[in-house]
C-alpha cells in the first residue's frame, strides 16, 4: 500500500499535512494561544515549505463554522474548523447545532489548555491557561456530534484523524469534535509516515429493506388520496430529478414542508405548495420524506385512518429527544436509493389509473389557483413601502439566473421567486439556529466561485450572522456575495409567536412589544461599506429593481460584496394567519 514519510517540525505540521492528504481544502480559524505551533506550520505551509489546507482568517466561531457547513453545501467536500480551546467552542456550539441536524460533516477542533503547568514544550505561559481548562470541553458539544476525543501523541494522529473523518462522513454525517492539546501540537515527531490515500473509508450508505419497500409500494399503489411531504431532501442535486419523475409517474402530489432545499420545481404537476394543512384531513397514505417534523399537530387536523410510511436515512429522527408522529412503517436507509425502489416496485403493480387522473387534476387547478393568487398579490404590492417581502422576492426572482444561489434565513416566500433549479437554494435548518445564514453563503460562494450567491436575511438574522466578521471574509477571500436585509424593525417571528399565545393580551395591544422591536432600526447599508462592499437603503417598492441592478453591478461588475437594506412591512393579521396554516 503506498505511503507517505514527511520530515516535520511538529505535530502541528503533521496534522495540517495529514488534512490536506486528505482532501481538506479550507481550515477555518480563529484562532487563540492554543494555535502557535498550527500558526508556525501554516506558516512554513505558505512559504512552500510544507501542505496544509488553505487558512481562513474567520472573526466569529458561529460564521466559521456556517462556512464549513456552505462549503459543504456547495461542494459535498468535508471541511475543518479551529477554534480556540473552551471559549472558542463556546461561541461555535450554535453553528454545529445546525449543521447537525442537516447532517452536515464538519471536522470540529479546537485547542486545548496546556496541561502542563510548566517544564514541557508549550506549557502554561499565560493567566488565561489556569482557567480556560474545563473538566469535559467536549462535553459543551458531544449531544451534537458523532464522535469526539482529545489527541495524545503523534503516535496516533494518522489513525485518530482517519476515524474522524471517516465516523464524520459515514451517514447519517455530522460534526465531529477533535480537541489538540498545545502540547501535543508542539512536539517534534522529527518524521510521519502515513497511508495515502487513506485507507479509512466511510461506510457506504445502507439501502432500504426490501420487505418495506414492496409493503410501502402496494400501500401507495392502493391509495386514492396518497401525499407526499418532503423537508429535507436534495442536498445532492442529483436526486431532485428521479423524485420528480417517480411522483409525475405516480400522480403523487407533493407538499414541499419547510423546505431546506429545491426539492421539487416550482411548475412540477404534483407540486402542491408548501403547507399541508389543507390536504392532511383527506390524505389516505401519507409519505414523509425527509420531514422531520411534517405536520404540527396541535394545528393540523390529520386524517386518523391515514396509513404514514416515513423514508429517510433516520427516518425516526433518533437524536431528537420526543417525536411522536404516527408510523405504520418506517424505512432507513439512503432516502434517494429508497425512492428508487419505489419506483421500481410500484412500477410492477396496478394503479388505479382513474384516482391518477383526479389527482392530476386537481393538482392542476391548485396550481392554477396558487398561480393566480401570486400574480394578485404582486399586482398589489409593486408600489409604495415599507414593501411587501412577497414584493422582494418577486424581484429576486426576476433578476436571478438559473444557476445562481439563494440562502434564505428569513420569512421569503419562496413560491414568489418563480422555478428554481435543484441545488440554488438553501434554507434554515430545523434547528434554526439564527447566524447561520451568512456565513452559510460565504462557505456557498467559496465553493462555487463561478457562480452568484444571493444571502437574505431578517433584520434580527443579519445581526445574529455577525456582519461585521462575515463582510471581513467576503472582502480578505474576494467572496461578492449580494445580502438583501428584510428589514421590518423587528423580531417578528417572536411577535408572532406572542400574539399566537395571547391574541387578545397586552403585547397584542402595543405597536413595539418588549423584546421584540428591533428601532431605531440600524443603518445596515454602512456596515458593508467598512469593507468596502456597496450598501444602498431601499424603502419603497417601485425602487427596488433599479438598486438591485445597481448591487448586482457592484458584484458582477466590480467583483465586491452588496447589501440591500430593504424596508419592509410588518402585519399582526397576516403573520398571525400564516401561523394558523
Ligand atoms: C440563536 C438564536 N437565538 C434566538 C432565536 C429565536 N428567534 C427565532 S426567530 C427570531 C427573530 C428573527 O428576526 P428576523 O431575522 O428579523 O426575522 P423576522 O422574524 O422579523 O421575519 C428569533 C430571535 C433563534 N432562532 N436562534
Ligand atoms: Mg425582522
Redesign the pocket.
Known sequence: MAQKTLKVDSVAEAYLALLADRGIDYLFGNAGTDFATIIEALSKAQLGESNAPIPVTVPHENVAVSMAHGYFLATGRMQAVMLHVSVGTANGV?GVFNATRERIPILFSAGRTPINEDGADGARSIYIHWAQEMFDQAGMVRELVKWDYELRNARQLESIVDRALSIARTAPSAPVYLTLPREVLAENPGEITFQSPSRAAPAATPGPNADAVVEAAGMLAKAKNPLVIVSSYGQRPDDVPAFADFTEKFALPVVCYRPRYMMLALDHPMHMGFEPGGLLPDADVILTLEADVPWIPSLHQVNPDAKVIQVGIDPLFSRYPTRGFPCDLAIAGDPAVTIAALADAMGGLKSDTQAMDARRKRAADAQAKAAEGRRAVIERCATGGPMQ?TWVAHCLGQVMGDDDILVS???LPVPFLGARKPGTFFGTGPA????WGPGAALGLQLGARDRRVFSV??????M?GNPTPAHFVSASMELPVCTLI???R???????ATLGMHPDGAAARMNRSPLTA?EPTPNYEMIVQASGGYGEKVENAEDLPAALERALKAVDVEKRQAVLNIMTA?DDAQALADAKR
Do not use: H, T
Open positions: 450554535c417581502p434565513e428569513s420569512q434554526a439556529g439564527l447566524g436575511a431578517g433584520d434580527g438574522s443579519y445574529f428584510l428589514n421590518n423587528m423580531w417578528g417571528s417572536v411577535r408572532k428591533i410588518y
